[in-house]
Structure formats: structure tokens, C-alpha cells
């Protein structure tokens, strides 16, 4: 049976999502998590809720799925533990380093890929299981087949979200938060940008970036039958009865097998939604019709939050089944006993019986007493009894030994069993760049290829794969030069679109090429299949000095620190492997499967130039990624030539330009502003967040 996975931004949505039929909860503790605005838990709290979960066989699992930093490393590290010592039954990770640390200190503690980890295939699950990742949260985009053939081969458990809200950009891919406010969504503090209103084209289109919430309540049959192990709903930061009557409407689906009923979707509607639900990545239609935005709360939610309320917080609905023993007999003390199903008995001695003078006792008094666990967690399924005959216990006697026997088993399932702990993996090894950093170009359009650009000599050539291979002989003039020629894959390829991706790099790799940048760790199993040479790109959210040493160790030629990294933070990072940054260009703020002009316009059109404009007046270009997926650019351009000194103080191997939009004549320009031929600086630049940083 599908596991059902609920949020629990607080104490009391713990206890919500528990007695409304959450099979497991996950929650926030400390500030590493994707929810930090949601009210998470103190130490004292988390124990709380962990020992509650615990008693009503309910799992926990930690959200630790941010971005760290070095200095960061250790108090996440520290959060983790405690986490495990408590009982908690999984961490949910997205940072590699965090991984790579967190198997070597607690190896017993299992972690789940959170979908922060942008695992879209099946090749990035087996790059999960491969770093000792035992379940993997897939890519909110993917279709019913797409998982079906991902979880019908996977060497670890598959979860997918079922219920909440949908990010527009591809989950761990997103930084227009951050750009925009210096609020990172991959540390947690996402301000939410694609719910604001932007035009398109000159045309208002209100919220051209606002997805409606995914609703796949109808959908669990096919889920489960497709080999997913667990579904979870989204909803960390809504309230407590949010939690609760969206945990009972999926819970008795799954329970019972059937399609909720009418009433049951209007309450969900209720409960919370943006003009509707949408199915449309599940049944593969991305159309308009997927898009909404929250109107003013209905006045009847009141009412069901209120009804939702009373029921979870007036009961015991969660109640573990128990198993009772007693053993009566003449002239000793009576001996009673509880038992779970998850192997905690407890014992204790009774009175010694005396001889009954009128009222004997029967087993059906005996079972009459013990069955009585109304107001506990738990549930009596059965009572053994041995007992002599002629025989007489005191009602009073029994009932407070069933008391003791609850509260005695309560305490052993509160308690977590003692883990395997081990040391902290060793420090990277910090490898010095020799000589100045190299100098890269990346290509974004043909018509960029010119004899001009390539006069610049570049050290290296980041061209995307399918311009690659179809416009190779424009290429030569650099390669002529000594540039290194590197493809750059897409970052989102699904297991429908790798036929198509491996053909290309192995003919990119018989026309010489010998290497692939690339922002999955999913992805290196394509690149190697085509016998190509590995470097890091920025979807790979290097944040720390272990993530380094994660790629190191995978045999990585080079990676791309996080542009929301400062400057003083690169530089202070160990680097194992050569280490390069971005440093001139518009950055991807989101890439998305959606096609913001085919949904605004009605049809295709986005080879064509378009900007998104937000209410200061800024423009967004929006250009075409591999799969129609569109990629939505900062407004400025990130600029560092007059910041050489900063640069070279930060131990890198290379520095990049990424250029995108630009004609011709103006890389040539930037091109030569770096190689220190012009003063040129370009209108409506930015530092970027490598000064100010991120929240």
C-alpha cells in the first residue's frame, strides 16, 4: 500500500496530520530546510513531536534539504544527529556535500533525494543510490509513464508529490528569488516571484508564471500500480487543519481504493486552491488550463477547518494495535503483558488472585477490562488469557495494570534504538589552479560563432549539444585557436528524451569532442556512455567544499561554484578539483516545461524574442532550451571585467562568459573587455550576488 506523506509545519499540524491518517510526517527543524519561513520546530518541540509520532507508529522524516555552506556544514551535521538520536526515520537532502558528510558520520540514518535534487530520470535516481541515497522525491513534472518507467527500475524506493502547490521553474533550479531579493530558494527562503503579476509581450497577462496546484487524488490506483512507494502532500507553510483535511481525504482513497467523492473534492478546493487543481504534467497536458492564482478565502473554509479541528483535536483517531497476555493462576501473583507489532513487550507482576467467595473470574472479564484502550494510541486486537479456575482479581486491579502496561509500552516506543555513528569524512584537498584563470566562452546562439569572437582566443568553448552537432564547422575557427571544445547538455533531459541525447553526444563525440558540461549528476551516465569527460555546470548548486569533493571524487574535471555564493566564500572554499565561476551574462533565473508563449499566445512561438515585464519595468528575455522548455534570463547582466583583483584572489581555474542574447558585435566587445583590450562596460549591469549574497 502507497505510504502517504504529510507536512507538518508546526506542533499542532504534527498532531493534525497524525489523527487525520499520515502514515509519515516531515518536518523542518532548525533553519537547512526548504520551508524556513514555516513556524518548523525548537530541539525541545522536535523531540515532542518525534516521541508522538513514534507512539502512533507514525515515521518522521527531516527536511535538511538546503543549500550549505562551510561554515554552515557543522551545525547541519549537528542537526542531523540529533535528529537520529531522537528517532527520527530519515533526512531529506538536497546539498551533495551534506550527503557525502552525513553517510559518514551517521551510516545508519537513512536519506532521501528531496526534489530539490532536480531528479528527473531514472539514470538520476541511480546516481542517488549510488551515493547511498535509499529514496529518491522525482521532479513534479514528470508524467504517469515517465514514472512508471523510472519506479519499475529503480534500485531505491520513489516518492512523488501528489497534493499543493507547483513552482513554475524546475524544483533546485530556481534563482529569481534570490536575484530579485537575495532570497534563495535553495537555502528556504523562496519569495514566491512566479505568483506576481508580469506581461508578455506588451500584453497583460496578469500571472503568466502562476501554476494552479497539482491534485492527483484520482490518480493513487495508477501511482501504486506504477511502483510508486510513497505520496506526499505539499504544505509546510498552510495551516494545521490544511494539513488535516487533505491527509484524510488521501488517506481513506487510499485505504478504501475508491475516487474521492464530490463532497470530498469541494472540501479540497476549500481547503486551499488557485482557481482549481491541475493533473497536467501526470496526464502530460501543459497547457493554459494548468495556470491560476489564489482568490479571496471562501467564508465556508471557516467552517471546515473549524469541523476539522474539533476532529483531531477532541480524539485518539490514530491507534496502534496491541495484543494482551494474562496468566492466573492459584497462589501466585498474577503475571500480565502488552505487545506491539513492531517487537516491544512489556511485563508486569499482579496481585496474587484470591478464591473467589461469589464472583468468579472468567476470561470474558478479563478480556472486558483489557479491551478497554479508548483514549490511548492504542487498540486492543486480541487478549490470551490463562486462568485457573475459581479464581477472583479486583476490577480496580486489572484496569490500573492495563494503565501501567500502556504507559510502559508507551516509553519503550518512544524511544529510539541507539545508531552507529562515525567520524567526519576526511577534508578535501586543496588544489591550486596554476597560472591565471582560463578564460570561457559559452554560446548560446549560432550567429554568435565568429571568426571575430574566436580572434579572441578563448581557452575553452561551451557550445549546447544540439547546436554542436549541427552547426559543427562554425566551431572550427575556435578550435583552430586551441579552445578546449566542451558540449554543454541541457539541464532536464527525461528518460523519453535520452535516446535522442545519447545519439548526439556520441556523434559530438566522432567529431572530436571529448567532453560534456553538465548540471545533473544524473547526466553522467550519459556523457559516459558516450566515452566523454565530465565537467560540472551551475544546476549542480555547488554551495560547499564536500560537494567539491563529491564531483572529485566522480571524476569531474572541473565545477562551477553557485553563483548565489559571495566571492569571499569561493575563495575560502577547499577546491579538489578545478573551480570556475560565472562571470559575465544574463543568468537563468528558471528553466520550466511550460512555454510561457504558446500558453499566453495560443501557439508556438518561442524561437521568437520575448521578454516577461514585472511591475518596476523590468524585462526577463525568455529564451527556447532543449524540449521546448523555456528559460526565463535576469533583466541585467552580470558584470566582473573591472573586478579582476577579486577575481584573482579567489583560486580559480576558469572564469566564464555566458553569453545568450547577445548579438555578434557585443560578445565580441565583452570578449575583449576581459581580455583587458577596452574599458567597455556594458548598460544595466549587475554584481550579481557574489558581493551581497544571499539570504
Same mark, same amino acid.
Given at each position: 500500500?502507497?505510504?502517504?506523506?504529510?507536512?507538518?509545519?508546526?506542533?499542532?499540524?504534527?498532531?493534525?496530520?497524525?489523527?487525520?491518517?499520515?502514515?509519515?510526517?516531515?518536518?523542518?527543524?532548525?533553519?537547512?530546510?526548504?520551508?524556513?519561513?514555516?513556524?518548523?520546530?525548537?530541539?525541545?518541540?522536535?523531540?515532542?513531536?518525534?516521541?508522538?509520532?513514534?507512539?502512533?507508529?507514525?515515521?518522521?522524516?527531516?527536511? @535538511?534539504?538546503?543549500?550549505?555552506?562551510?561554515?554552515?556544514?557543522?551545525?547541519?551535521?549537528?542537526?542531523?544527529?540529533?535528529?537520529?538520536?531522537?528517532?527520527?526515520?530519515?533526512?531529506?537532502?538536497?546539498?551533495?556535500?551534506?550527503?557525502?558528510?552525513?553517510?559518514? &558520520?551517521?551510516?545508519?540514518?537513512?536519506?532521501?533525494?528531496?526534489?530539490?535534487?532536480?531528479?528527473?530520470?531514472?539514470?538520476? &535516481?541511480?546516481?542517488?543510490?549510488?551515493?547511498?541515497?535509499?529514496?529518491?522525491?522525482?521532479?513534479?513534472?514528470?508524467?504517469?509513464?515517465?514514472?512508471?518507467?523510472?519506479?519499475?527500475?529503480?534500485?531505491?524506493?520513489?516518492?512523488?508529490?501528489?497534493?499543493?502547490?507547483?513552482?513554475?521553474?524546475?524544483?533546485?533550479?530556481?534563482?529569481?528569488?534570490?536575484?530579485?531579493?537575495?532570497?534563495?530558494?535553495?537555502?528556504?527562503?523562496?519569495?514566491?516571484?512566479?505568483? @506576481?503579476?508580469?506581461?508578455?509581450?506588451?500584453?497583460?497577462?496578469?500571472?503568466?508564471?502562476?501554476?494552479?496546484?497539482?491534485?492527483?487524488?484520482?490518480?493513487?490506483?495508477?501511482?501504486?500500480?506504477?511502483?510508486?512507494?510513497?505520496?506526499?502532500?505539499?504544505?509546510?507553510?498552510?495551516?494545521?487543519?490544511?494539513?488535516?483535511?487533505?491527509?484524510?481525504?488521501?488517506?481513506?482513497?487510499?485505504?478504501?481504493?475508491?475516487?474521492?467523492?464530490?463532497?470530498?473534492?469541494?472540501?479540497?478546493?476549500?481547503?486551499?486552491?488557485?482557481?482549481?487543481?491541475?493533473?497536467?504534467?501526470?496526464?502530460?497536458?501543459?497547457?493554459?488550463?494548468?495556470?491560476?492564482?489564489?482568490?479571496?478565502?471562501?467564508?465556508?473554509?471557516?467552517?471546515?477547518?473549524?469541523?476539522?479541528?474539533?476532529?483531531?483535536?477532541?480524539?485518539?483517531?490514530?491507534?496502534?494495535?496491541?495484543?494482551?497476555?494474562?496468566?492466573?493462576?492459584?497462589?501466585?501473583?498474577?503475571?500480565?503483558?502488552?505487545?506491539?507489532?513492531?517487537?516491544?513487550?512489556?511485563?508486569?507482576?499482579?496481585?496474587?488472585?484470591?478464591?473467589?467467595?461469589?464472583?468468579?473470574?472468567?476470561?470474558?472479564?478479563?478480556?472486558?477490562?483489557?479491551?478497554?484502550?479508548?483514549?490511548?494510541?492504542?487498540?486492543?486486537?486480541?487478549?490470551?488469557?490463562?486462568?485457573?479456575?475459581?479464581?477472583?482479581?479486583?476490577?480496580?486491579?486489572?484496569?490500573?495494570?492495563?494503565?501501567?502496561?500502556?504507559?510502559?509500552?508507551?516509553?519503550?516506543?518512544?524511544?529510539?534504538?541507539?545508531?552507529?555513528?562515525?567520524?567526519?569524512?576526511?577534508?578535501?584537498?586543496?588544489?591550486?589552479?596554476?597560472?591565471?584563470?582560463?578564460?570561457?566562452?559559452?554560446?548560446?546562439?549560432?550567429?554568435?560563432?565568429?571568426?571575430?569572437?574566436?580572434?579572441?582566443?578563448?581557452?575553452?568553448?561551451?557550445?549546447?549539444?544540439?547546436?554542436?552537432?549541427?552547426?559543427?564547422?562554425?566551431?572550427?575557427?575556435?578550435?583552430?585557436?586551441?579552445?578546449?571544445?566542451?558540449?554543454?547538455?541541457?539541464?532536464?533531459?527525461?528518460?523519453?528524451?535520452?535516446?535522442?541525447?545519447?545519439?548526439? @553526444?556520441?556523434?559530438?563525440?566522432?567529431?572530436?569532442?571529448?567532453?560534456?558540461?553538465?548540471?545533473?549528476?544524473?547526466?553522467?551516465?550519459?556523457?559516459?556512455?558516450?566515452?566523454?569527460?565530465?565537467?560540472?555546470?551551475?544546476?549542480?548548486?555547488?554551495?560547499?567544499?564536500?560537494?567539491?569533493?563529491?564531483?572529485?571524487?566522480?571524476?569531474?574535471?572541473?565545477?562551477?561554484?553557485?553563483?548565489?555564493?559571495?566571492?569571499?566564500?569561493?575563495?575560502?572554499?577547499?577546491?579538489?578539483?578545478?573551480?570556475?565561476?560565472?562571470?559575465?551574462?544574463?543568468?537563468?533565473?528558471?528553466?520550466?516545461?511550460?512555454?510561457?508563449?504558446?500558453?499566453?499566445?495560443?501557439?508556438?512561438?518561442?524561437?521568437?524574442?520575448?521578454?516577461?515585464?514585472?511591475?518596476?519595468?523590468?524585462?526577463?528575455?525568455?529564451?527556447?532550451?532543449?524540449?521546448?522548455?523555456?528559460?526565463?534570463?535576469?533583466?541585467?547582466?552580470?558584470?566582473?571585467?573591472?573586478?579582476?583583483?577579486?577575481?584573482?584572489?579567489?583560486?580559480?581555474?576558469?572564469?566564464?562568459?555566458?553569453?545568450?542574447?547577445?548579438?555578434?558585435?557585443?560578445?565580441?566587445?565583452?570578449?575583449?573587455?576581459?581580455?583587458?583590450?577596452?574599458?567597455?562596460?556594458?548598460?544595466?549591469?549587475?554584481?550579481?550576488?557574489?558581493?551581497?549574497?544571499?539570504?
Amino acid at each position: 500500500m502507497l505510504e502517504l506523506l504529510s507536512p507538518a509545519g508546526s506542533p499542532e499540524a504534527v498532531v493534525a496530520a497524525v489523527q487525520s491518517g499520515a502514515d509519515a510526517v516531515y518536518m523542518g527543524l532548525g533553519v537547512h530546510n526548504a520551508r524556513r519561513s514555516a513556524k518548523n520546530f525548537t530541539d525541545a518541540e522536535f523531540e515532542t513531536a518525534v516521541r508522538y509520532c513514534r507512539v502512533r507508529g507514525c515515521k518522521v522524516y527531516v527536511t @535538511l534539504n538546503t543549500l550549505v555552506g562551510d561554515r554552515e556544514l557543522a551545525e547541519a551535521v549537528r542537526l542531523a544527529a540529533r535528529a537520529s538520536e531522537i528517532g527520527a526515520d530519515a533526512v531529506l537532502v538536497q546539498d551533495l556535500g551534506l550527503a557525502r558528510t552525513l553517510r559518514g &558520520v551517521l551510516p545508519e540514518l537513512p536519506l532521501h533525494a528531496s526534489t530539490q535534487m532536480s531528479i528527473h530520470n531514472l539514470a538520476g &535516481v541511480e546516481a542517488a543510490a549510488e551515493m547511498g541515497l535509499t529514496r529518491a522525491v522525482l521532479a513534479r513534472e514528470l508524467s504517469l509513464e515517465q514514472i512508471a518507467f523510472i519506479a519499475a527500475r529503480s534500485p531505491i524506493g520513489i516518492e512523488v508529490f501528489v497534493h499543493g502547490a507547483l513552482c513554475f521553474c524546475h524544483s533546485g533550479q530556481c534563482y529569481m528569488s534570490a536575484f530579485i531579493g537575495r532570497r534563495s530558494g535553495s537555502r528556504g527562503a523562496c519569495a514566491q516571484p512566479c505568483r @506576481l503579476d508580469y506581461s508578455l509581450g506588451g500584453r497583460a497577462d496578469d500571472h503568466p508564471l502562476s501554476l494552479k496546484d497539482s491534485c492527483l487524488v484520482s490518480c493513487l490506483g495508477a501511482l501504486e500500480k506504477a511502483g510508486v512507494a510513497c505520496v506526499k502532500i505539499e504544505g509546510r507553510m498552510k495551516r494545521p487543519e490544511y494539513s488535516a483535511i487533505v491527509t484524510g481525504i488521501y488517506s481513506r482513497a487510499i485505504r478504501e481504493g475508491l475516487e474521492p467523492t464530490e463532497a470530498e473534492m469541494e472540501q479540497l478546493e476549500l481547503a486551499f486552491s488557485r482557481q482549481g487543481f491541475t493533473d497536467g504534467y501526470l496526464t502530460g497536458n501543459k497547457d493554459a488550463g494548468m495556470f491560476g492564482v489564489r482568490g479571496e478565502p471562501d467564508r465556508d473554509a471557516n467552517k471546515l477547518y473549524a469541523a476539522a479541528r474539533r476532529a483531531y483535536g477532541g480524539a485518539e483517531l490514530r491507534r496502534v494495535p496491541v495484543k494482551f497476555f494474562a496468566l492466573i493462576r492459584a497462589d501466585r501473583p498474577a503475571k500480565f503483558a502488552v505487545e506491539d507489532g513492531d517487537g516491544h513487550k512489556v511485563v508486569r507482576d499482579g496481585p496474587v488472585p484470591q478464591r473467589a467467595a461469589s464472583q468468579v473470574l472468567t476470561r470474558q472479564a478479563v478480556h472486558d477490562q483489557f479491551y478497554k484502550t479508548g483514549g490511548t494510541p492504542y487498540l486492543c486486537s486480541e487478549v490470551e488469557t490463562v486462568l485457573d479456575e475459581g479464581l477472583f482479581l479486583p476490577v480496580s486491579s486489572m484496569n490500573e495494570l492495563r494503565r501501567i502496561l500502556l504507559e510502559d509500552l508507551t516509553n519503550a516506543r518512544k524511544t529510539a534504538p541507539a545508531g552507529k555513528t562515525g567520524a567526519l569524512p576526511r577534508a578535501p584537498q586543496d588544489v591550486k589552479a596554476l597560472g591565471g584563470p582560463k578564460l570561457i566562452f559559452q554560446i548560446g546562439s549560432a550567429d554568435q560563432l565568429t571568426e571575430k569572437l574566436a580572434a579572441a582566443e578563448p581557452d575553452c568553448l561551451y557550445v549546447p549539444l544540439a547546436m554542436l552537432v549541427e552547426n559543427h564547422r562554425a566551431v572550427l575557427p575556435f578550435v583552430e585557436r586551441g579552445a578546449l571544445l566542451v558540449a554543454v547538455l541541457p539541464r532536464v533531459v527525461t528518460d523519453t528524451e535520452a535516446p535522442e541525447l545519447l545519439r548526439q @553526444l556520441r556523434r559530438a563525440k566522432d567529431m572530436g569532442v571529448d567532453e560534456a558540461l553538465l548540471g545533473n549528476m544524473g547526466h553522467i551516465k550519459y556523457a559516459r556512455l558516450a566515452r566523454l569527460n565530465v565537467r560540472g555546470d551551475f544546476g549542480l548548486n555547488i554551495y560547499n567544499s564536500e560537494a567539491l569533493q563529491v564531483l572529485s571524487a566522480a571524476g569531474f574535471l572541473s565545477a562551477t561554484a553557485s553563483f548565489e555564493l559571495r566571492l569571499s566564500q569561493i575563495r575560502d572554499m577547499k577546491k579538489p578539483l578545478n573551480t570556475e565561476i560565472i562571470a559575465y551574462g544574463r543568468l537563468p533565473l528558471m528553466v520550466s516545461d511550460q512555454c510561457i508563449i504558446k500558453n499566453s499566445a495560443g501557439r508556438c512561438g518561442c524561437r521568437n524574442p520575448v521578454s516577461l515585464s514585472d511591475r518596476t519595468g523590468r524585462l526577463f528575455p525568455v529564451v527556447r532550451e532543449a524540449g521546448c522548455r523555456n528559460v526565463i534570463l535576469n533583466a541585467h547582466r552580470l558584470f566582473l571585467a573591472d573586478r579582476k583583483k577579486d577575481l584573482a584572489r579567489c583560486g580559480l581555474w576558469g572564469i566564464r562568459l555566458l553569453f545568450t542574447n547577445e548579438g555578434p558585435e557585443e560578445c565580441i566587445r565583452v570578449a575583449d573587455s576581459y581580455r583587458g583590450g577596452t574599458g567597455y562596460v556594458p548598460n544595466g549591469l549587475t554584481r550579481g550576488l557574489y558581493y551581497r549574497g544571499v539570504e
